[in-house]
T-cell receptor
Framework: AQSVTQLDSHVSVSEGTPVLLRCNYS??????LFWYVQHPNKGLQLLLK??????LVKGINGFEAEFKKSETSFHLTKPSAHMSDAAEYFC???????????FGTGTRLKVLA | NAGVTQTPKFQVLKTGQSMTLQCAQD?????MSWYRQDPGMGLRLIHY???????DQGEVPNGYNVSRSTTEDFPLRLLSAAPSQTSVYFC????????????FGSGTRLTVV
């Protein structure tokens, strides 16, 4: 059965510094992996997705993630944080053919001025 | 193009009452899902559908029913509301499977007293 673990429930960074949100996954098959962002009192927006193409995936708003099969990781990064990046981020795994998403418990990103 | 529309946005129920959360999408997506979001637990799958007339249980289906009579609509029914069902509910749709990523509605915040 697939699962996903977000290693940090809260991350604080200063504006202009790099962002690293960590995600490890477990999957029996070739997984599809996603990062979603949720701003306060809003729905979820897709940031980026990995579906067995390039291992380095670029998303919206300057975010990117690298799929590392040997480490079963899919960490989300951004070179320079902006105040508008403050939100909750969810790592999601889906096994090929199941069409069911399994969500991590989320990482709340705080950006300090 | 409205995307995924959920109604109502807010609802307060008394224990034992029943109600239906509405979800409609206008993108002709085959796959639709219902999730609940609780603090510190991420999103958990309640029920999902891979097409009209086809539904299946997710991770936390107890106390909920669904049906999918049309491609566009996927209502979620609470049979007899309990305080444990206080949550934020999200409906999501996906065109052909997990690789495309789900589009989420803006959510329904339900309180059961």
């Amino acid at each position: 059965a697939q699962s996903v673990t977000q290693l940090d429930s809260h991350v604080s960074v200063s504006e202009g510094t790099p962002v690293l949100l960590r995600c490890n996954y477990s999957s029996s098959y070739s997984p599809s992996l996603f990062w979603y962002v949720q701003h306060p009192n809003k729905g979820l927006q897709l940031l980026l997705k990995y579906t067995s193409a390039a291992t380095l995936v670029k998303g919206i708003n300057g975010f990117e993630a690298e799929f590392k099969k040997s480490e079963t990781s899919f960490h989300l990064t951004k070179p320079s944080a902006h105040m508008s990046d403050a939100a909750e981020y969810f790592c999601v795994v889906s096994d090929t053919g199941t069409y069911k998403y399994i969500f991590g418990t989320g990482t709340r990103l705080k950006v300090l001025a | 193009n409205a995307g995924v529309t959920q109604t109502p946005k807010f609802q307060v129920l008394k224990t034992g009452q029943s109600m239906t959360l509405q979800c409609a999408q206008d993108m002709n997506h085959e796959y639709m899902s219902w999730y609940r979001q609780d603090p510190g637990m991420g999103l958990r799958l309640i029920h999902y559908s891979v097409g009209a007339g086809i539904t299946d249980q997710g991770e936390v289906p107890n106390g909920y029913n669904v049906s999918r009579s049309t491609t566009e609509d996927f209502p979620l029914r609470l049979l007899s509301a309990a305080p444990s069902q206080t949550s934020v509910y999200f409906c999501a749709s996906n065109p052909t499977g997990e690789e495309g990523g789900y589009t989420f509605g803006s959510g329904t915040r339900l309180t059961v007293v």
